[in-house]
């Protein structure tokens, strides 16, 4: 079902969770993969998941479309992620990379999340080293396959600033990449 079709019917009170459920259902799993990659731990993100469409169901009615209904869901999942880590940072007193080191050791301790051959699993490390928003940046452009335009409308950041920050992660991975020996 499109987006507009779904948007109409959340406007009609008799067919309202209708309407609402298939969203959820449309975008559900894209949601919870964008947050799993930002947070590991699948209760986090499937917690986080749940957080994001309750905020959709509660603000749906004033959502005004000048973006896509994707991107701001997206925009949504995103600031939950930012603000989880961030919560959490100050919570345990974490500095930036010792939260990176532990969404690095449940990843490892996650056979499922760390799949893949030496090289995607190379990569997927790399990737959770990175400061969150040059990872939330990374995973847009490299996993979503988003534009740059797109990553601006989630983001709420410039295109040259989200250029930037997708240079600089690219360049991290690459370096963490190159300088790990076999079976990390």
Same mark, same amino acid.
């Given at each position: ?26 975008? +559900? ?20 998941? +749940? ?128 300088? +790990?020996?076999?079976?990390?």
């Amino acid at each position: 079902m499109e987006d507009q079709e779904i948007l109409a019917k959340f406007a009609d009170p008799a067919s309202r969770n209708l309407a609402f459920n298939q969203l959820v259902r449309k975008y +559900q799993q894209r949601v919870y993969w964008h947050v799993r990659k930002m947070v590991v731990d699948h209760q986090d993100a499937d917690d986080l998941t +749940q957080d994001t469409f309750v905020k959709v169901w509660k603000n749906l009615s004033t959502f005004r479309q000048d973006a896509s209904l994707f991107t701001w869901i997206y925009r949504i999942a995103t600031n939950e992620c930012l603000n989880f880590l961030s919560s959490k940072r100050r919570k345990f007193f974490l500095p930036l990379n010792d939260v990176g080191a532990e969404l690095l050791a449940k990843a490892e301790a996650d056979p499922g999340l760390l799949s893949g051959d030496e090289v995607e699993q190379k990569l997927q490390k790399a990737i959770l080293r990175l400061p969150d928003k040059q990872r939330l940046v990374f995973n847009l452009k490299y996993y979503e396959d988003m534009t740059y335009e797109q990553m601006a409308d989630v983001t709420g950041t410039s295109v040259g600033a989200l250029k930037a920050s997708y240079h600089h992660a690219v360049k991290k991975i690459e370096q963490y990449v190159n300088n +790990q020996p076999t079976n990390d």
